[in-house]
């Protein structure tokens, strides 16, 4: 596995090559001039997710893993990086 972490335009050249996403979505309304795309659910589906309550001053989150749906891969049902099965 290969982590990719950055901003926005790191996401948009990686994204095509993931085939999973962990996401932090903190459940707040903050001031900024960049989001994350809505990731598409007919091609992404969520696998776990651990919710965490407000507390002492910091905003409730969520960390998430998002796992794409193997038909929706741009390499098709296999990952990049998978060996395809032996004949």
């Known amino acids: 596995y290969v982590s990719v972490i950055g901003g926005a335009e790191i996401f948009a050249l990686f994204e095509p090559l993931a085939t999973a996403v962990e996401l932090t979505e903190v459940h ?3 001031e ?11 091609a992404w589906q ?3 997710r ?3 309550s407000a507390e002492n001053g910091r ?3 969520s960390f998430i893993r ?3 749906t193997p ?3 741009p390499g098709g049902s296999r990952g990049p990086g ?3 099965a032996p004949d």
Do not use: I, Q
């Not at 900024?32 to 007919?42: E, K, Q, V, Y």
């Open 71 to 73: 038909h929706r891969h």
């Open 46 to 48: 969520e696998e776990a």
């Open 50 to 52: 651990v919710d965490h």
């Open 28 to 30: 707040a309304d903050v």
């Open 32 to 42: 900024g001039d960049t989001m994350m795309p809505r990731f598409d659910p007919a």
């Open 66 to 68: 998002l796992e794409r």
């Open 82 to 84: 998978t060996p395809a």
């Open 59 to 61: 905003a409730a989150f």
